[in-house]
């Protein structure tokens, strides 16, 4: 958890294209990615589940271990709500994550009252304690995503949850879907913790979001997104032709995937 915790200190801006499967988390990782993180939505169209918790936590935890096992450094998995309403739950919850080599969590708040996250955090951070470890918690706040304040108050909102997530314990600030570069400042020099924010429509430019104070930049289910189309495009062509189309011959060659998970 310190190396991860370190990865946020704001000396530059932590790049995260977000994984969602032991494959893409090892391919990432060899193209450098210092940390790996995961995208729920991303994990759960893998799993053949549809995003939003739908996913069985067992199902999520056994991802979270496959992935843990090819990497070598921190990996921290986007586990959506927690799984339960019960912060103790949650708390047992995320125990599994750490006993199986999870260094971060994303937990967010969706359309529950922030208090019950700030349960969740607090509950976590407990029993965490009590077994001898932690975990970085980067609290996602939907308050842009699901539009959760009128839109001249939202700062104003994030702001005010930060706090309340802060004093939980939280480690992190995650607020998808801030893009305007005066909101992006005024919360990253205000929520007192490192700000997290995804790709979006109209963000700045990555210098730009490190001199605004950013602390971690995440793709979400972008790259997933991308792959799943291009994976229906030539599967499409080779049903109707028999051929896979011309993006087969950009194909990574299979001698560089196996060698990705051949121990030397």
Not at 82 to 100: K, M, W
Request: negative net charge; hydrophobic residues 45%; charged residues 20%.
């Amino acid at each position: 958890m310190n190396e991860f915790k370190k990865l946020h200190d704001g000396s530059k801006l932590l790049n995260l294209p977000n994984a969602w499967d032991a494959g893409s988390a090892r391919l990432f990782e060899s193209l450098g990615a210092p940390a790996i993180a995961t995208t729920s939505a991303g994990v759960a169209w893998a799993q053949g589940y549809a995003d939003n918790d739908h996913l069985p936590v067992d199902n999520a935890i056994a991802v979270a271990a496959n992935i843990a096992r090819v990497l070598t450094v921190p990996l921290s998995i986007d586990f959506e709500n927690g799984y339960s309403s019960d912060p103790q739950q949650v708390a047992r919850n995320v125990l599994r994550l750490i006993e199986v080599g999870v260094a971060g969590i994303n937990l967010e708040d969706g359309n529950d009252a922030p208090e019950l996250l700030a349960d969740k955090i607090r509950a976590i951070k407990t029993l965490a304690s009590q077994s001898g470890k932690d975990i970085f918690i980067n609290t996602r706040t939907d308050v842009y995503l699901r539009g959760l304040a009128p839109e001249s108050e939202r700062v104003a909102e994030v702001l005010r949850r930060a706090a309340l997530y802060q004093a939980a314990g939280a480690n992190g600030l995650f607020v998808p879907g801030i893009c305007k570069v005066e909101e992006i400042k005024t919360v990253a020099a205000s929520a007192g913790l490192p700000l997290n924010v995804m790709d979006w429509p109209g963000l700045p430019s990555n210098e730009e979001l490190h001199q605004l104070g950013v602390a971690r930049f995440s793709a979400g289910s972008g790259i997933s997104q991308a792959l799943w189309a291009v994976a229906a495009g030539m599967a499409k062509d080779f049903l109707a032709t028999g051929n896979a189309g011309p993006l087969i011959a950009q194909a990574m060659p299979y001698g560089d995937l196996q060698a990705l998970f051949v121990k030397s």
